[in-house]
Structures are given as structure tokens and as C-alpha cells.
């Protein structure tokens, strides 16, 4: 593929991930806004309900408090007058009753009856003859009771009459009719003598007088329906409300919970992804890529540029992240040295050569290099556990090659002394890089390396006027004065692989003009077609 192709190809798959992501983050945000603002909702609505519920039952208890102080008053008068003993409708007995009228808030009137004729009353004074009492609408407590109709008197007065043996007393209705509002909320308060209900106001709900002792919440026709009874009296009281009424007057609220809700979803899912960037930082996830071993390997082959014959193979390790993005070992491994932890990546490395080519490698006849760090060369313990992984392997020391990087040559005198101790122990060293570092060749004698790798940038320069290209003769001679092997990275075309084939007896090189970095799989397959496989 050609590179202006693989660029655009590299851009529309980074876009094409890109967008994926975004869309995947823009339906979550949706989600949890309108699950924000559902839940918000909801919630609302049953909050504003119970609400409602209390405020109906509040309502009802304060109409049968009303009810119960106005039965009271009546009682107590009705009491005070048979214990008067005075003469019914006498002047004293009739003095008497006016003055519990007047000095009482609910009692309208008051009079004497005897046998279903009444005698007198406060408002009408002493009849004669005497008045017929309209049928009775029901006895509680041993109480004669009218409603609706005022019984006593031909006028057309609505009221609420009790009587007890012969004495009666008229109470004024408007004073429980004051609660109820209106048609969509009203309060209505009844006596019941268990077989049916008595309006002292307000209209009679649609429910049954079981439901209304009972004292449960019922939606009946659109309407909800608060009944309530006190059981020491006959009284009882009902509020309702019409279902839309209520609805109506819970809307702007209920929309304003709903904005809320949703912002709190957008504010949750954008702590959410705070957490999950963080959670997913490269180093968090480096760290957990190194505890589940989420490396995997390719081998770049080395070819001797003379015979173009498979020498051997570069390892290099390679990482998918956890959002499916391969990062380039340049910017984990650089990461994983900043924090301490490319000793554990070398590890797996060594563990995975030894897993894919540990059978070809026993036999002696493949060579494969590892890349290794500083970190490595100064740790105390990685000589003895590479040594132990090799020699339980059964590979031969000498197949292995280490490369470490010019960079990590900068402390001289420690990374010397560890350099000749990997090498007693039997295994090659390659200065990886050679050249982009500093004052390399003024003491790359003192180093006991066996290869220098010329890194990718000088082959750049082949056929080039480019300073550095200069630099690449004498690298060249100085390695052969130093009897090194030379290894040149990154050669990509026959141009380049020519010049170095024949500037130098015996040398090698790695480059795409030869291989990519292969799978284990295809590099095995590689070796088994390959002619011969140069040895070192
Ligand atoms: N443009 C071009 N590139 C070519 C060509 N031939 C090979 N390459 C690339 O050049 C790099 C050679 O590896 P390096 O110099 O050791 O440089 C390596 C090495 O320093 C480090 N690295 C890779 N694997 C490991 C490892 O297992 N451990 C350690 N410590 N470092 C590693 O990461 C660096 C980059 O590795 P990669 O990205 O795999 O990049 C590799 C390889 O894919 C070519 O013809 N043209």
C-alpha cells in the first residue's frame, strides 16, 4: 500500500472508531437523561400523591372536628334542657332555650315536642295549635334525626334537626358547608346509622357505606375520595378532588422535577465517564494489561543482506488498550520505564519467546533478539531469572540476543559492568539505536557488545545530501575495527539494502523491504520456507 493510501486508510479507520465511541457516549447520555427525568418523574408523582392523600385526609378530619364540636354543642343543650324540669313552653322553659340559642354558635333553634306534635320553639314561640313533626329520616343513638328538612316549621330552612325524648334543636348547616370549595374539591360530612348515609353537607360521594367506614382511599370516576369516620360518633366526612383538577395543578412542578431529573442524569453519566477516563488511563490500564498478560508478539526477521538468507528475528511486543486502540510500544514502554514496571513487560516478553519459540530456539539453530531496558540491566534479579527461564527451557544461551538501547548506556560504569555480566553468562548484546545517542563512539570500545543495530534514521539517509549520512562510514568502520557485527534497521528499499550490502563484508539487516513484524504462526511458516538459516 502506498503511503498517502495508508494514511487515509489509518484516518478513516481513526474515524471511523471515533465516531463509534462518541455515538456510544451520546446514547448513554440519552438514556440517562430520560432516565433521570423518568425516575425524577415518578418520584414526583408519588411524592405529590401521598401529598395529595394526607392533604384529603386532613381535610376530612378537619370536617368531622367540625361536625364533632357542632354534635357537642347540640348534645349539651339537648341535656340542659331535660334537665331543666320545667314546664314544657312555659315562659321560663321557653326563656331558657332562647338563651341557649343566643349564647351558642352552631344552635339555630330549639323547642318541645310530645307525641309527634310540636309544642313550641324559640323561633316561633308556642304553637297553637300544634305543628305535626315531619317523618323522622333516621334514629342514631337512640337521636331522632332530620337532614335535610327543617321539620319543625313551615318555612323553607334546610338544617340539620335532632331530637331526644321531648326535646329538639335545630343546628345551622352552613357552618359545615363553608369547608367544601368546589365541584372538583370538596369535603362532605354525613351521620350514618350503618344502614345508610345522611348529607349534613356537601354532595353524597358515589361510595358504598362499607367503603366509606372502612376510611380507604378509593379513584372512583375520575374522582379521588378521601373517606373518613370516627367511631365514638356517627359522623363522618369524605374529601375529594377530580383526578384532573389535580393533575393540572401538579403539572409545572412535575416539570420542573423532570428538568432536574434530567440533568442529574446528564450530570451522573458525565461523572461517569470522568471515572471511567480515569479508571482507563494509560498507565491503569497498562498495569492491568500487565496482570492478565495482554501482550502479544511479533518477530521482525534479520536477514544477511549477502545471502538474504533468515538469521534470526527481532522481537517486539505489541498492546491493544482496553478501548481496542494498539498503542506503539515507543509510547507504553516509555510509560512503563517512567513508572518502574518494564522489568514485569521484559518478563512477559522472555515468557512468550520461550512459549512460541522455545522448540525451534532448543535446537540451536534460530536466533531471536529481546529488547531490554536499563531497568533490566540493573535490576539484581533479572540475570538469575532470565538465566533460570532459559536453562529450564533447555534453549542454549547463545540464541538469545539482548538489545538495549544506546540511551540506556548513558551510566557508564554500572551498565558496563552488567553489559560484561550478561555476556559471561553466555548471551549476545546489541546496542539497539546506535547512533542517536551520545559520545557512543568514543566509548563504545569499552562496551563487550557483540552487535551494533544502525538505527533507522542513517538508512533514511542512504542516496541522501543529509548530514547524518556522513556519519554512516564511519560508524561502518569503526564497528569493523571493533570486530562487531552491524545489524541496519529499518531498510525499505533495494537502494538502501544495496549500499550496506556493499560497504560491509557480513552484514545483516531487518527492514520492510524484507518482512514486517510477523505473528509467531507466519514467522514459523516463514522459516520453513526460507532456504537456510545463516548462523551467527
Ligand atoms: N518505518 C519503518 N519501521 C520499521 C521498519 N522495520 C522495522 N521497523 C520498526 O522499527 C522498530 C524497530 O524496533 P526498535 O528499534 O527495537 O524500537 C522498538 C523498541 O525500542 C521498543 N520495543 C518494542 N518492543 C519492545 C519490547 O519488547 N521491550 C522493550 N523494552 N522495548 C520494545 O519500541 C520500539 C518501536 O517498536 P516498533 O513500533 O515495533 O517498531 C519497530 C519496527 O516495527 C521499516 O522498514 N520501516
Same mark, same amino acid.
Given at each position: ?83 331543666? +324540669? ?32 310540636? @309544642? ?18 333516621? !334514629? ?20 340539620? !334537626? ?20 368546589? =365541584?372538583?374539591?370538596? %369535603? ?45 360518633? =356517627?359522623?363522618? #366526612? ?50 492491568? #494489561? ?19 538468507? !533468515? %538469521? ?13 486502540? #494498539? ?81 540506556? %548506556?548513558?551510566? +557508564? ?6 553489559? =560484561? ?25 569499552? @562496551? ?36 562487531? @557485527? ?43 520456507? =526460507? ?6
Amino acid at each position: 500500500m502506498a503511503l498517502p493510501e495508508f494514511f487515509t486508510a489509518m484516518r478513516s479507520n481513526f474515524l471511523k472508531m471515533t465516531n463509534r465511541r462518541l455515538m456510544t457516549r451520546f446514547l448513554l447520555l440519552l438514556v440517562m437523561t430520560i432516565l433521570g427525568a423518568q425516575a425524577a418523574y415518578t418520584i414526583k408523582c408519588v411524592l405529590q400523591y401521598r401529598a395529595e392523600r394526607k392533604d384529603l385526609l386532613d381535610a376530612a378530619d378537619r370536617q368531622i372536628t367540625r361536625g364533632f364540636h357542632l354534635g357537642t354543642e347540640a348534645l349539651q343543650a339537648v341535656d340542659a334542657l331535660k334537665a331543666s +324540669h320545667l314546664p314544657p313552653c312555659s315562659v321560663r322553659d321557653l326563656a331558657l332555650m332562647r338563651n341557649l340559642v343566643f349564647n351558642s354558635a352552631h344552635i339555630r333553634d330549639a323547642g318541645r315536642v310530645e307525641d309527634g306534635m310540636i @309544642l313550641c320553639s324559640v323561633g316561633a314561640g308556642k304553637l297553637d295549635p300544634p305543628v305535626a313533626v315531619a317523618p323522622v329520616d333516621a !334514629v342514631v343513638n337512640n337521636f331522632q334525626l332530620w337532614v335535610s328538612t327543617w321539620p319543625f316549621t313551615s318555612t323553607n330552612h334546610k338544617g340539620f !334537626v335532632l331530637q331526644s325524648q321531648d326535646v329538639w334543636v335545630a343546628l345551622n348547616q352552613e357552618l359545615l358547608e363553608d369547608v367544601s370549595d368546589s =365541584a372538583d374539591r370538596y %369535603t362532605a360530612s354525613y351521620l350514618h346509622d350503618r344502614r345508610r348515609m345522611l348529607p349534613s353537607s356537601g354532595p353524597l360521594p358515589p361510595l358504598s357505606i362499607d367503603e366509606i367506614v372502612a376510611s380507604q382511599f378509593l379513584i372512583r370516576n375520575g374522582f379521588m375520595y378521601q373517606p373518613l369516620c370516627v367511631t365514638r360518633s =356517627a359522623i363522618c #366526612a369524605t374529601a375529594a378532588e377530580r383526578i384532573a383538577t389535580f393533575s393540572a395543578r401538579s403539572q409545572p412542578e412535575l416539570r420542573l422535577w423532570t428538568v432536574i431529573g434530567g440533568l442529574i442524569g446528564v450530570s451522573a453519566t458525565c461523572g461517569l465517564y470522568l471515572l471511567d477516563s480515569r479508571r482507563r488511563t494509560l498507565e491503569a490500564q497498562l498495569r492491568r #494489561a500487565i496482570q492478565r498478560d495482554s501482550f502479544t508478539l511479533v518477530y521482525q526477521p534479520i536477514v544477511d543482506l549477502e545471502t538474504e538468507a !533468515v %538469521t534470526g528475528a527481532e522481537t517486539l511486543v505489541r498492546w491493544v488498550n482496553e478501548a481496542g486502540d #494498539a498503542v506503539p510500544p515507543d509510547t507504553f514502554i516509555a510509560l512503563a520505564e517512567n513508572k518502574g514496571i518494564v522489568g514485569q513487560i521484559t518478563r512477559l516478553v522472555i515468557r512468550g519467546v520461550i512459549r512460541e519459540m522455545g522448540a525451534q530456539l532448543a535446537t540451536g539453530a534460530l536466533h531471536i533478539t529481546i529488547n531490554i531496558t536499563s531497568q533490566d540491566l540493573l535490576d539484581p534479579t533479572f540475570l538469575p531469572e532470565l538465566n533460570r527461564l532459559i536453562d529450564n527451557a533447555q534453549i542454549p544461551r547463545f540464541t538469545i540476543g539482548l538489545e538495549l538501547t544506546e540511551r540506556s %548506556t548513558a551510566d +557508564h560504569a554500572l551498565v558496563a559492568e552488567a553489559i =560484561a555480566r550478561l555476556k559471561e553468562a553466555g548471551y549476545d548484546l546489541y546496542i539497539d539505536d546506535f547512533g542517536t545517542g551520545y559520545s557512543s563512539l568514543a566509548y563504545l570500545h569499552t @562496551l563487550s557488545v557483540d552487535v551494533i543495530k544502525i538505527d533507522r534514521s542513517f538508512t533514511q539517509t542512504v542516496g541522501t545530501e543529509a548530514v547524518t549520512a556522513s556519519v554512516v562510514p564511519q560508524i561502518l568502520s569503526m564497528a569493523r575495527q571493533l570486530g562487531l @557485527l552491524v545489524v541496519v534497521e529499518g531498510i525499505e528499499t533495494r537502494e538502501q539494502a544495496i549500499y550496506f550490502r556493499d560497504s560491509t563484508a557480513g552484514i545483516w539487516g531487518q527492514g520492510w523491504l524484507y518482512s514486517k513484524p510477523l505473528i509467531a504462526a507466519d514467522f514459523h511458516k516463514l522459516l520453513q520456507t =526460507a532456504k537456510s538459516l545463516a548462523k551467527l
